[in-house]
């Protein structure tokens, strides 16, 4: 019985040792488990901040890239790609961290010279991780940056008067643009149509209202915050730089040279101008002819709202803007200093194959336009103060593509 006993004793003890370390193994292991997830929360945590801050380094770095893209700049320059990093450092991150790629080497904008990607990269280190053997955790964040032609608006009226309109339709047109229009005008009457024209955009922007006949599509939105000159920054064409402009006639034909100009009339005859820079002090005029000119740009100096650009008459004018330089896709440029008054500038549209393409850039000053033929497959960037459109055909406005448009893109953050 003794021996019953002692045995039963010894039993009980053995299953009293086994829970305890049962317990203790359950003990050590809930403990790692807690260790673990408190240590990826606060490791994770640090790492998750890391990664977000990598990413504000890397947008802020693209969006320097795209700026520099904008003012023509050459991203493979050293000087310039430190630029581009300096404003990824302000986030924290070393210039060792931050590399730039132009063209970008990856994503949907591969290879694209419009854009600029930058990476940025660094090592974090850890703390409660270590223990589970990882001292260090590499955060990765990736910006692509690049142009894009302003807001897809293709034509803009720039006044802000409340008191008057600054875009109007008139003469019963059909009116089809595969772009944006915008006025700035805050007038209850910003945009009219009183001719009963039939409008078409992909969008319609007014900062004051809409009134008029006819059918607009889609529906004007009206108390849009007014947009800003993209050609804001087009410098002014120095005349010192530039020698004398000439002209010369053999076979009926009459050929202009680039350079300054007193003034260019032409009231018939056939005329072609010469790839190049005219710098015209008092206004451009054509009552008849057939004038063409490819790779030209037009500067009007001259101050007075009556000698402005005046294209009229039923002639063949064929004008495109140039295609590379300083006023690459710009075509007639008007003294931003000159007051809008008088009958401003005038570019009706000749016979059925006439056509402007280039920007129809009158800052400070109105323009009354007839448009291109809706078959002339040609683009058309059209900014002025105020702008009338007139005539009773078809009537096309195609914005400008990215490849052929003037500095009126801006820059934007694309992935």
Known sequence: MQYQARFARSRSRSRGDARSGQILVIFVV???LIAGAVAMMLDGGRVYWEKRMAQNAADAAAMAGGHELRRGSDLTTTEVVSWIKRDGQLHGFSAEEITVEYP?????????????????SRDVPLS?????????????AWATAGLQVGGDACMIALNNDPTRDSMKFNGGADFVADCGMMTNSTSPDAMRNVGGSNITASWIGVTGGYSGGGNTSPSPTTSVPPMLDPLSELPTPNPATMSAGSKSTNG?????????HQQIKITGGTHVFSPGEYYVQKGIQVTGGDVSGTDVFFYNASTQPSKGIDFGGNGLIQLSAPSTGTYKGVLFFGNRETANGGSGNKLLRGNANSYFQGSLYFPSQHLDWAGNPENSNKWALVIADTINISGTSNISLQGPPLSSAPPAYSAVLFE
């Open 104 to 120: 970008p080497n990856r994503g949907s904008n591969n290879g694209d010279t419009n854009f600029v990607g930058v990476e940025v």
């Open 128 to 140: 409660f991780m270590r223990f589970f053997g990882w001292s260090k955790a590499n955060v990765k």
């Open 30 to 32: 809930v403990f790692a």
């Open 252 to 260: 009926g034909v009459t050929t202009w040279s680039p350079g300054v």
